[in-house]
């Protein structure tokens, strides 16, 4: 099965029952984030970025399968 690797950092990894899951592949990261929202409510609270593969998007990204997803919390710095 074809499937993602989704890793919380931080606040984030908090709101989730494990920091490191398998889920279902999705064919965007649209799709992705809505399906994790339904089963995760506590994320639509949080603000965070998307990687896909160790890159940060900022837009809607299209899905093959056995990608790694990270969900990063806000980022400071100076």
Not at 27 to 37: I, P, Q, R
Request: aromatic share 8%; glycine share 6%.
């Amino acid at each position: 099965m074809e499937g993602l690797t989704v890793k919380a950092f931080g606040m984030i990894a908090e709101k989730l029952p494990e920091q490191e899951f398998e889920f279902p592949k999705k064919k965007d990261t649209e799709e992705l984030l809505n399906s994790l929202y339904n089963e995760y409510p506590d994320l639509k609270e949080l603000d965070f970025s998307l990687a896909v593969n160790q890159q940060l998007i900022q837009q809607n990204t299209s899905l093959e399968g056995n990608e790694e997803i990270a969900l990063l919390p806000p980022f400071s710095g100076g």
